[in-house]
């Protein structure tokens, strides 16, 4: 069933209640009761206020599941990884281009200042990310999300070297140089998806899994998280 129309009946269900005291007290207001025009008030209040209430509640649990809530994973872990990890939750769909076997993983290169070091890392993070068939045991299917790790810490190792090469020692020039790299490993996150449909395409998949390893062999030498640096 297409979504909106999935949230317009639960919509309407959640207000056929509110719609039909409604129309009793426009009634009671037509027979000239003004005090019914208060209580309508007070319902819509009510009604509306607990909308945005378990609205607000369902919205945060598909950004970040915390009833099932796990923190997030340091690169060093990725090969602890399964689809256990995978906590998130996706409210509506099931499929994915009438595909049962869908996953959605989330990843981060997120950096912290200490002194004259700047750490510089890439996370994963489970009760963000998730599997539309949480019954799903293709192995296929976890590798591709787990290379899209492998790309963010390919570029959180390219932003380390960037740094070193450019004599970067300033918070404020790193601050750039990261979110220049964001940028970049966002687009090249998307072609990856494109290139690969999402590991439907098994040639793409497989190029793409010997180039992103061979890149981070390349900077093998930016593997430790801490930089120093000259403020």
Same mark, same amino acid.
């Given at each position: 069933? /297409?979504?909106?129309?999935?949230?317009?009946?639960?919509?309407l269900i959640?207000?056929?209640?509110?719609?039909?005291?409604?129309?009793?007290?426009?009634i009671e207001?037509?027979n000239?009761n003004?005090?019914?025009?208060? &209580?309508l008030?007070?319902?819509?209040?009510?009604? *509306?206020?607990?909308?945005?209430?378990?609205l607000?509640?369902?919205?945060?649990?598909?950004? *970040?599941?915390?009833?099932?809530?796990?923190?997030r994973?340091?690169?060093?872990?990725?090969?602890?990884?399964?689809?256990? %990890?995978? =906590?998130?939750?996706?409210? !509506?769909? @099931?499929?994915?281009?009438?595909?049962?076997?869908?996953?959605?993983?989330? *990843?981060?290169i #997120?950096y @912290?200042? #200490?002194g004259d070091?700047?750490?510089?890392?890439?996370?994963f993070?489970?009760? =963000?990310? !998730?599997?539309?068939?949480r019954?799903?045991?293709?192995?296929?299917?976890? *590798?591709?999300?787990?290379?899209?790790?492998?790309?963010?810490?390919?570029?959180? =190792? &390219?932003?380390?070297? =960037?740094?070193? @090469? /450019?004599?970067v020692?300033?918070?404020?020039?790193?601050r750039k140089?990261?979110?220049?790299?964001?940028?970049?490993?966002?687009?090249?996150?998307?072609?990856? #998806?494109?290139?690969? !449909?999402?590991?439907?395409?098994?040639?793409e998949?497989k190029?793409?899994? %010997?180039n992103? #390893?061979?890149?981070? /062999?390349?900077?093998?030498?930016?593997?430790?998280?801490?930089l120093?640096?000259? %403020?």
């Amino acid at each position: 069933m /297409n979504d909106v129309v999935l949230a317009t009946i639960i919509i309407l269900i959640y207000f056929s209640p509110v719609l039909y005291q409604v129309g009793k007290l426009l009634i009671e207001i037509k027979n000239g009761n003004k005090l019914s025009l208060k &209580k309508l008030y007070s319902v819509l209040k009510i009604t *509306t206020l607990l909308f945005v209430i378990v609205l607000s509640f369902f919205l945060s649990l598909s950004h *970040t599941n915390f009833l099932n809530y796990e923190g997030r994973l340091e690169y060093n872990k990725i090969d602890q990884i399964t689809f256990k %990890n995978f =906590r998130g939750l996706n409210l !509506f769909k @099931e499929t994915f281009y009438g595909k049962k076997e869908f996953a959605y993983i989330v *990843t981060k290169i #997120d950096y @912290e200042f #200490d002194g004259d070091n700047v750490s510089i890392q890439s996370y994963f993070y489970p009760s =963000r990310s !998730f599997v539309y068939n949480r019954k799903t045991l293709n192995p296929q299917l976890l *590798t591709h999300e787990l290379y899209h790790f492998k790309i963010t810490e390919l570029y959180a =190792r &390219k932003a380390k070297k =960037r740094i070193v @090469e /450019n004599k970067v020692n300033t918070k404020s020039e790193i601050r750039k140089i990261i979110n220049q790299i964001r940028l970049e490993e966002r687009l090249f996150q998307k072609e990856y #998806d494109f290139e690969t !449909f999402h590991s439907y395409v098994y040639s793409e998949q497989k190029k793409y899994e %010997n180039n992103i #390893d061979s890149l981070l /062999n390349l900077h093998l030498d930016y593997k430790n998280p801490k930089l120093k640096f000259i %403020n």
